[in-house]
Structures are given as C-alpha cells and as structure tokens.
C-alpha cells in the first residue's frame, strides 16, 4: 500500500495559516511557514504517492526505468553575486535536486521571466553562463519558454528550471529513512552562498571576498554511491539552510538527530560576517552543500569517497540520529551542554544589537 | 576567529565554572540585563553548567520585546499609509500588535524596508524625495547615539521628507524599578555591555552604592558571562557590594562622550512605557523639541490605542526575575515563537522565546 500519509504532520508543528491570511515573505524561507503553506495549501490539493515523499524530486516509474523529475524557480537578487549568476544557478539548484535522489541528470527545460526594460546584454550574460553550467554538469536544455513582464512586475529576471534524471539499479535515497543510529555527514562550509549574496546585496566588504559555494553535486553523489547504496537521505541544505534540512529528516524520519557544533565546519570569514550581521550560519543558504545520513558501518567509507572528491574535501561527520526525541535536532555546544536546533518560523532577520 | 574564539573555549569555561562551584557557598540570585545575554545562556546552556545555587534570572533588556504595544501599533498605521516608506531594524518586522505586524503591512502593500542602520533610512529619503520616509527607531542606550545621529544628519541637510518613531529605553530606571519593588529577589546583576560601551558606568557606581548591590559590566559570550557570574559571587561571599567590569575590550568607565554628547543634543529623557512591566518614570528617551519636524510622533496624526496584554500572560513576573519562562501554563502551549502571548516571547531575544528556541526539550513540552 503506498505509503501516502502527511509526513509532516503531528511532528513538523508548522505555524497555522489563519483564515484570511496573505502571502508573506516568510512563506518563501523554507522554514515553519513553509511548512504550513505546502501543508494546507498544496499537500491538501496533491495527493499522490510520488509527492507524499516530500523529497527534492519525485521518482517515478515510467516502463520500469525510474525517473526522478524535479522543479526549482530562482528569483535572486542580485542577478550576479560572487561565484555566480541566476543562470548557472537555476542549473545547479535544480541538477543538485535530481543528485540528491541519487540520480543521474540528463534533461532540464529553462523558463525565463522577463522584466520589460531589462538589458539585453544581461539576458546574454545568463544564458551564456546557463549554457556553460549545463555543459559542465553534462545536462542539456532541451526545451523552454520565455515571457516579458510590464516593468515593475517581475525583478529583472526570474528563471524555472525543470529537470530529468535517471535513477541507478539499487539507489533508494529519500528523507523518511533515516535510523537510529545512522550518521550524519556534511560535505563541506556552511553559509558560502547565502553570506556572498548578502555581502552583496547589503554592499558589505570583507577583507577575504566571501565566494557562492554554488556548484553541481552530482558527480560527488555518484561517487559516495560508488562505495555503498546504504545511503539513506541525501539533502541539499538550500534555504532554511543545515537547521531545516536536518529538521526535515528528523520529521520525516520520525527520529531524533544531535549535532557536534565543534564538528559544523563554517569559514572564518563566514562566522565573522555572521556575527556582524546578528545571523546564524545553520539558517544560512548553500548552493553546493550536501548533507546524508548513512547507516553507521559504511560511513567512514563513504566519508574517505567525500574527501576523494573535490567538492567534499572538507566534509565531516557532524552528528547521530538517535531514538530519543524524535522530529526535534539537537545541538552539543562546544561547552558540551545541549540544545534544540529549531526550525526557524520565517525568514532569519538581523537583530537589533 | 580574534576576540571569538577564545571566548568561546570550554577549557577556560570549565576552569571558571569550577572557580564558581569552589567560591559559592549559599544561594545566590543573579540577574543578567541584555537580552543578548540571556540568549548566549540559554543558546549554551550555561545555566545548566554552573552550580545550582547560583540561580539566573533574566531581566528586561530586549529591546524589541519591551517596546510598548502602542508603538509597534503606531508604526503599523503609518506605514499604512500612502507616500509612506517605514525603515526598520529586521527583527521589529514581526513583532505583534495588537492586531497586526508589520510583515502583513508590506504583504498588502505597504512600503516597509528592513535596515541595518538609520544610516540607511537617510540614504532611501534622499533617493525618494517624494515620499514620506520614517525610522521606527528604538533600542536601549545602545542603539540610541546612531538614531539620534540620523535625526541630526537629517536636520543638518534640511531633509524634509524623514523623521523618526522614537521609543528608547533606558537601563538604570529599570534596575532600580527592579530593586525597589518589595517582591525583589536578584542580589547581584550583570550589567549590558554593549549599553556600557556607549554610556560608561557610572550610573552603576551609584545604583550599587544605594541598593548595596554588585554589578559587574559584562560582556555577550560564554567565557565572558561565567566571569562576570565569578566576580559578583566573589562579591557577594566577600559582602562586597561594587561596581567592576569584566567587558573591558569594549566598556571603558566614562563610555563613549562623543555618542553621549550626540544622544544629549537630540535626545531628552522622558517617561516610557515598558512592554509587560508598565510605565517606568525617567525611563525613556525621546526626541527634543527643536527636533519636532523629524518626529514621527508629531507629523503623522494617528491616534494612540490603549491595549492590553492577554490576562494569561505573567512576562511581568519573568521580566522582573519573579518567574521562569517555563514556570508558565501557556508556555510553549498557547505561546509560541509564532503565536506570542506577552513580550518575552515576540523576539528571538526575549527570556521566553529563548528557553523556547533552545530548551523546551529539557522541560518536556
């Protein structure tokens, strides 16, 4: 029988949508109001086995090869930030969707939303660096669409991508599966990306310039699957950052997950800027971070795979899941008492002082 | 990280956690003032680390929690209305009124800017002379000299189209409403830092001289916070009631005189209304008369509410150290991060919100 019951529900306490409501910008952060939107909007629509997995993509059967399929829309601004554009974002972000399902990326389809008025020498710049980002990740753009906004409307430029991948023989990755027990292992810094487009956008310098860690996870899946198929989730932790994707496992999984803080590794540069700007690196966005929960006896192996790759030389093993507390993420601090690693209600917002 | 790192070390940690153990011999009750402060305990679990007859209460210094109802319900029809931009500090955005937040302002419309600094509401009334740009400007001591700087940059170019909500609060009052009130528990405090920073502590000096009570100025990490509870312990065994500073990076006895001589040139000291405490006399600062054409207050008329917090609510008690969090019915229950009931639990900051974030677990919710 397939298994279509709400996995947020009961655990995931999302905060409720009262009648009458608007859309806020938190309801786009990834963190509890999103939860609630997905919840009683578009879960209480969609019901299907496929979707009750709640994963990046969905996989799907089609004449017995499975599918994974995904979508992902990119509205960032600043169109350009360092190491990076919209463009070779909506390529990574949604071939990055497919990885962590383990599967190989073949397809993608781009859709353009275009603000009347917006340079056509920017609109180059993207799709020049949308076409290079395909061509590195070895996906093509096989069909799309564009439309132009009256100004005003739309912020420039806004982009959905859509993507195909195939699923190997043997690899079953999906959030509901982690075990007490498990390891849970992070493949690299904290809070490149979302600190680069902060820096950027708030016009902050620093003396090292922070870089987007906005790259394509594939080929670093592929490899830690090459060492053993008992990975068992597998996240990219965009927005909401480390906080909601371990969140996300442990109510999905119906377990509870504790974290090493001196094991996290974040950049000096990114602490600094975080501390200066009142946020928390766990709430930060990656681009190019990949989180798994492996069955504990494969670990140091698939952990040894990591570090063989480029994109995991820095990749720890930051936690346990555990049988106590199941939905909730705690923290050992670096003095060695615990705390609850929440999800955040909306958008994570500067202090006062 | 310089100035992080080594503030954050468990060995230095354990060592002073240790001295604490050896020197309390009673029961002592401390309180800390800042909200930074209470949330560093509760983020490390520092209360849980030290011996348990030094007991922590936290005191009323979030500034974002403390600012009255009235205010935020003030700042939410202004920037409802036409031609108006309101700049704030990020986090004021989801406080609650009394029937509304400012997020739900700018989700129907409304023209609401999140800013680092006032700096940057200047920058936008410049850029938008058409429109009416407004500063919802609040805070402690701290934040207080860069408002009170944009009001008198903004006065100096003649810019017509910004002013200021001004709600600042004031420490000193607070600790002696806190001292003076007969149901007083706290024997020792930890003085605001980054407060101190600015103003000095002198204030302290005489607060602890007529209440015979230590105060130590302390900083906002844990090996910082475990000090300054080792030197009012050390006082308190010692019968020794002074003021001392542990901050010394940053806090120096006369504070910062240019912020102050800034602060006093736009600033006046005036009765204020506290967010579940109630009016405390000489506890705010507002803007002078001569700066009445950047006052917010004054330009926009737009009827002051009374309201009330819910009956259920005891911040009044956890602001004042009568009461834990945890000691409430509706704690975590009826009052969440996202459904507050009462002040410390609207920011991240607030005593409330902080055991949520970090400690309900332990409480068994």
Redesign the interface.
Same mark, same amino acid.
């Given at each position: 029988m397939p298994d279509d019951r709400n996995p947020l529900e009961g655990l995931m306490c999302p905060?409720p949508l009262p009648a009458g409501e608007?859309?806020?910008?938190?309801h786009g952060s990834g963190g $509890?109001l999103s939860a609630a939107l997905l919840q009683e909007v578009f879960l209480a629509a969609f019901r299907n086995p496929a979707l009750a997995k709640l994963n990046d993509q969905a996989v799907v059967d089609v004449g017995g090869v499975r599918l994974a399929f995904t979508t992902d829309s990119f509205v960032v601004n600043p169109l350009f930030f360092p190491g990076g554009d919209i463009g070779s974002l909506a390529v990574y972000g949604t071939v990055n969707d497919l990885a962590v399902g383990g599967a190989q990326p073949l397809f993608l389809s781009a859709g353009f939303i275009i603000e009347e008025g917006l340079p056509l020498e920017t609109l180059r710049r993207v799709v020049e660096s949308l076409r290079a980002a395909a061509k590195a990740a070895g996906v093509e753009v096989v069909t799309g669409d564009t439309k132009v906004v009256e100004r005003g409307k739309g912020d420039g430029l806004f982009i959905n991508t859509s993507g195909i991948g195939r699923v190997p023989a043997g690899v079953n990755l999906s959030a509901d599966q982690a075990r007490p027990g498990d390891c849970v292992l992070l493949s690299g810094t904290l809070g490149d990306h979302g600190i680069a487009i902060l820096s950027q956008r708030?016009g902050l310098e620093f003396e090292t310039p922070i870089i987007s860690d906005l790259a394509p996870l594939h080929s670093l899946v592929a490899a830690m699957l090459e060492v053993t198929h008992s990975i068992r989730c597998l996240r990219d932790p965009t927005r909401g950052g480390l906080s909601s994707t371990l969140n996300e496992f442990a109510a999905q999984s119906r377990v509870g997950i504790v974290v090493e803080e001196s094991a996290i590794p974040i950049r000096?540069e990114v602490?600094?800027a975080c501390?200066l700007?009142g946020l928390d690196a766990l709430y930060v966005a990656n681009e190019g971070r990949l989180v798994a929960v492996v069955a504990a006896p494969e670990a140091e192996r698939v952990l040894g795979a990591m570090h063989s790759h480029p994109l995991g030389a820095n990749a720890r093993l930051i936690g346990k899941v555990v049988d106590a507390?199941p939905g909730?993420v705690?923290m050992r601090?670096?003095?060695?008492?615990? $705390?609850?690693v929440?999800m955040l209600?909306?958008d994570q917002?500067? $202090?006062?002082? | 990280?310089k100035y992080?790192d080594e503030y954050?070390d468990?060995r230095l940690?354990r060592g002073l956690i240790a001295d604490i153990a050896q020197r309390a011999t009673r029961p002592w009750v401390l309180m800390e003032i800042c909200g930074?402060q209470t949330h560093t305990l509760?983020?490390?679990?520092?209360d849980?680390?030290i011996p348990s007859q030094v007991e922590l209460v936290h005191g009323p210094g979030c500034? =974002?929690c403390v600012t009255a109802l009235e205010t935020i319900d003030r700042a939410i029809q202004i920037a409802s209305l036409p031609g108006v931009t309101l700049v704030s500090?990020?986090?004021?955005?989801?406080v609650p009124g009394s029937h509304s937040d400012l997020?739900?302002v700018?989700?129907?419309g409304g023209d609401v800017r =999140?800013a680092?600094s006032p700096m940057e509401a200047l920058k936008v009334a410049r850029a938008n002379p058409r429109r009416k740009v407004v500063f919802l400007g609040?805070?402690?001591e701290?934040?207080a000299p860069a408002n009170a700087m944009a009001v008198w940059q903004g006065a100096r170019e003649g810019l017509g189209n910004f002013s200021m909500l001004a709600s600042h609060f004031l420490v000193p009052p607070a600790i002696r409403m806190l001292l003076e009130s007969p149901r007083n528990r706290v024997q020792g405090f930890i003085a605001p830092g980054?407060v101190c920073t600015v103003m000095g502590y002198r204030e302290y000096v005489e607060l602890s001289r007529k209440y015979g009570v230590p105060i130590v100025v302390g900083g906002f990490e844990?090996v910082d916070l475990l000090e300054a509870i080792s030197m009012l312990v050390t006082q308190l065994e010692q019968g020794r009631a002074e003021v001392e500073n542990q901050y010394v990076r940053s806090v120096a006895c006369e504070g910062n005189r240019f912020a102050q001589e800034l602060m006093d040139k736009v600033l006046e000291v005036c009765d204020r209304k506290w967010r579940g405490i109630g009016m405390i006399p000489q506890s705010g600062l507002r803007l002078r008369a001569e700066f009445a054409a950047y006052d917010a207050e004054k330009i926009f008329d737009v009827a002051a509410t009374t309201t009330e917090e819910p009956a259920e609510c005891i911040s009044a008690l956890v602001l004042q150290g009568l009461k834990k969090p945890v000691d409430c019915p509706a704690f975590a229950v009826r009052c969440t991060?996202?459904?507050p009931l009462g002040a410390p639990m609207v920011?991240?900051?607030g005593a409330c919100a902080a055991y949520y974030?970090?400690?309900?677990?332990a409480h068994k919710v």
């Open positions: 905060v608007k859309i806020l910008l938190g $509890r708030g000096e602490k600094g501390e700007l507390h909730i705690t601090t670096c003095l060695g008492t615990s $705390r609850i929440d209600a909306g917002l500067p $202090r006062i002082c | 990280m992080l954050r468990a940690a930074g509760m983020r490390y679990g520092i849980e680390l500034p =974002v500090y990020g986090d004021m955005l989801r997020f739900h700018k989700a129907g =999140v680092y609040i805070g402690f701290t934040t980054h844990p991060p996202a459904t920011s991240g900051e974030q970090y400690r309900r677990l």
